[in-house]
């Protein structure tokens, strides 16, 4: 965790170096583990992670907001500056896979615990079988966070996997949401098939800015994430992306050996523009009628 704190913060200097007011960082930024039983064992707290301590400094120093992706055990309760989105009943033998909100004063703010989780058994992919069970170690959340105001606009959370389910991003634009954020670890093999083009389709059905930050490489043994962070417009315009790993074609590599990061300025005037030309109103009280 010492050495993706290290990462972190050389990103918020390069963001901070930018004039960037917010830094998306991936899902899972502080660990991601070699098993479930490794996973459940190195959560903490947030009040007493070492790596949310030192990147609620950095937002502090930096005067930066910084959203980023975190484990947390069950076992823990929120603290008075969060809101919960977890299942009443949770299991001390998993952990939460959370998104979390640090205001420029070093405060977390915000929250979300990811509702979809990846368990995949896909046995045709170009390198072999892919089979994973995030469930084994880690607790599905229950509701989705009400979209807040930031510098940038007004932000709604999601969590990779949730990016299959336009169900939640829909849900996010109807409470008002202008920027619907995807922090992720895809897959070489999800992400060469789909990633693009589930950002774009999200960017475009709510007309909202996406930004998707990946995790890129190999985080030992087999498993390598595909990277390609991208922020998406809601015209479905990509105006800011970073490479896909090293060797991505062929289900290899370690990707970048530096940390990168991908700037872009929201337009919120574009943003209402597209609304107002071409405005999605869906009709409850319409049907679609078949003909026998």
Request: charge should be neutral.
């Amino acid at each position: 965790m010492d050495s993706n704190l290290q990462r972190c913060r050389a990103l918020v200097a390069q963001a901070s170096a930018h004039g960037a007011k917010v830094l998306f960082l991936p899902e899972a930024s502080d660990y991601i583990a070699s098993s479930a039983d490794e996973t459940v064992s190195l959560a903490r707290p947030i009040e007493e992670s070492p790596f949310v301590q030192g990147l609620r400094e950095e937002a502090r120093r930096a005067t930066l907001h910084i959203n980023v992706g975190i484990h947390e055990p069950c076992a823990t309760a929120p603290g008075n500056n969060s809101t919960s989105t977890s299942n009443s009943n949770s299991d001390n033998s998993k952990v939460k896979n959370i998104l979390i909100w640090i205001d420029s004063n070093g405060k977390v703010v915000q929250r979300y615990q990811k509702i979809h989780l990846f368990d995949v058994d896909l046995l045709n992919t170009p390198h072999g079988p892919l089979v994973l069970k995030e469930s084994a170690s880690v607790e599905q959340g229950g509701a989705i966070t009400t979209p807040f105001e930031t510098p940038v606009g007004r932000v709604g959370l999601a969590i990779c996997y949730d990016l299959r389910f336009p169900e939640i991003s829909l849900a996010l634009r109807r409470q008002g949401a202008q920027i619907i954020t995807y922090p992720s670890a895809f897959t070489v093999a999800t992400g060469r098939a789909h990633w693009e083009v589930l950002l774009r389709a999200r960017a475009i059905e709510t007309q909202s800015f996406v930004v998707a930050a990946a995790q890129v490489g190999r985080h030992g043994g087999k498993r390598v994430s595909y990277g390609r962070s991208m922020i998406v417009n809601p015209w479905g315009e990509i105006i800011a992306e970073l490479p896909a790993a090293d060797g991505a074609g062929d289900g290899g590599g370690d990707g970048p050996g530096e940390t990168e990061l991908a700037v872009a300025d929201i337009d919120l005037e574009l943003l209402q523009r597209v609304r107002r030309e071409m405005p999605l109103v869906r009709r409850s009280d319409k049907r679609v009628k078949t003909r026998r």
